[in-house]
């Protein structure tokens, strides 16, 4: 009987044993770009491969990427990605983990402008709005959201896969897991051509689709259905911000994930090999110093594309070179100053009631939005600039403002200041979705943006990473790119 129970003991021991090398953990992580897609992948990957493993996070710009704010008067005001979707659930779980909160809203009307007039114009009646969208374009408006709620319905699934741990080893793959044939074909036919099969006007395309998808990609409705879609959730009630400036999300996750933030730039990643598995070398300078360092897993979170990228890859068969396609250049003007109403047909600037103008696509037309905006830090008596006051505007187009356009728009102003974003990519390019998986333990996260871009993208991407990256380590083959998932965790459950 003793024999027997100490042989008991050595099975459970070696049992652990053998379960904790199947877990071993890597060394060290590197993650090259520190906005939100880099930041919650350190996010991530310390929650699944635990307090061991080291994270270096290479920036060689701001915490944040594209989530920046600008000063302005001693107020800071966003300029980067601006708007949330509460239906956005990993933002909504960093902001309740991390302690940080929702910014208070500010009640803003909306108008749409051809050059000429507005073609419309909200008001402060929510069915008097609707009566006026269907006395214009019929249903529009309805089988236009009808036709996103049902896409969104079945892109809710991705949260129920991550949170089960399944990981998907390429974007298709993902998309074909959430809604089939169906959702790779939004990413492939325009959302002009998807709508028009919908039975929707040429009229409401025209002028309420192509100024959503200005305002939000500074492109035409000629991009896909599924970015389309996505540009339409940025237009829904609901939405919020983050208490002092998006960006405070980046810094609180890398805060968390305990990681080392090395600002410096990376110029290269050769692979060298370290028994059965790869090691790469992430060399690294800066005005003052260059190094390097080796590293289990790398993660780029940052555009790797022949206009955005400087870095180089070494020993790799086949050779890792950046991908086709381009990043649209997206102005960012930030003016203080009082909007010259008579341009938009108000003589009286006290009866400019609109805070957010949108517009067409017309040859008159310079900008793809203007609008008046707040600071990321509002107070409980904070109140809107009244339209005669000098107000911080934000104005997006697509090159920088001339004098004689500033004057166009203003009638004066104390201060003009201007950004110019690789915002997101050239949707209607027609280059494909980037790889996922670079090398054994190299992986590309910014591909996902190719689908559609915005901050949720990425945070569900830095997951996916996350998950696949450990699942891969770890040989959970079983946890990758399974089919019918709906059905599977259904059965789990």
């Not at 990981?167 to 089939?180: K, P």
């Not at 949108?358 to 203007?370: D, H, I, Q, Y």
């Not at 990519?425 to 996260?445: A, C, T």
Request: charged share 20%.
């Amino acid at each position: 009987m003793a024999i027997n129970a100490w042989l008991i003991v050595l099975l459970l021991i070696s049992g652990v044993i053998l379960c904790h090398q199947d877990e071993a953990v890597p060394k060290k992580i590197a993650i090259i770009g520190a906005g939100v897609g880099g930041s919650s992948s350190a996010y991530f990957l310390r929650q699944k491969f635990g307090h061991n493993v080291g994270i270096d996070v290479y920036e060689k710009g701001a915490i944040g990427g594209r989530l920046a704010t600008i000063t302005v008067n001693g107020q800071h005001y966003e300029i980067g990605g601006s708007a949330i979707h509460p239906l956005n659930l990993h933002m909504q779980e960093f902001v309740k983990q991390l302690g940080l909160k929702h910014r208070k809203s500010v009640p803003e009307k909306v108008a749409i402008f051809n050059g000429e007039q507005f073609v419309f114009e909200e008001t402060d009646w929510y069915l008097q709005d609707l009566f006026k969208l269907w006395w214009r374009y019929g249903f529009g408006l309805l089988r236009l959201q009808m036709w996103v709620e049902e896409i969104f319905e079945k892109f809710m699934r991705i949260y129920k896969y991550q949170a089960h741990g399944y990981a998907f080893s390429t974007v298709e793959e993902m998309l074909q897991s959430l809604g089939g044939e169906r959702y790779i074909n939004l990413t492939q036919r325009s959302v002009t051509e998807t709508l028009q099969e919908l039975g929707i006007t040429q009229r409401f395309i025209d002028e309420i689709v192509t100024a959503v998808t200005r305002v939000n990609y500074g492109q035409s409705a000629s991009i896909p259905a599924f970015v389309g879609a996505v540009a339409f959730a940025g237009i829904q009630s609901g939405l919020w911000a983050v208490e002092g400036g998006n960006k405070l999300v980046c810094s609180q996750m890398l805060d968390s994930a305990k990681a080392r933030v090395l600002h410096t730039t990376v110029t290269s990643i050769s692979l060298q090999q370290s028994g059965n598995k790869a090691l790469y070398q992430v060399k690294y300078e800066n005005e003052n110093e260059g190094g390097y360092d080796f590293y289990d897993i790398v993660v780029i979170a940052t555009p790797f594309h022949r206009e955005t990228t400087s870095i180089t890859f070494n020993a790799f068969t086949p050779p890792i070179t950046p991908f086709p396609g381009q990043y649209k250049h997206l102005i960012v003007s930030v003016v203080h100053g009082y909007l010259n109403s008579s341009y938009f047909g108000f003589p009286d600037p006290k009866l400019f009631p609109y805070a957010v103008i949108l517009t067409v696509e017309s040859p008159k037309l310079f900008t793809f939005s203007t609008a008046s905006i707040c600071p990321v830090n509002i107070t409980t008596n904070y109140r809107r600039k009244q339209p005669q006051e000098a107000a911080v505007w934000k104005v997006f187009s697509a090159k920088q403002l001339t004098k004689e356009q500033l004057k166009t728009i203003f009638r004066s102003y104390y201060s003009v200041q201007v950004t110019d974003w690789l915002a997101y990519p050239e949707h209607n390019s027609g280059k494909g979705i980037p790889p996922i998986i670079l090398h054994d333990n190299l992986y590309y996260l910014n591909g996902i943006e190719w689908a559609a871009s915005a901050m949720e993208m990425s945070a569900i991407g830095a997951k996916n990473i996350a998950l696949l990256a450990y699942n891969r380590w770890n040989q959970h083959l079983d946890m990758i790119d399974q089919k019918d998932l709906v059905h599977k965790i259904k059965t789990e459950l």
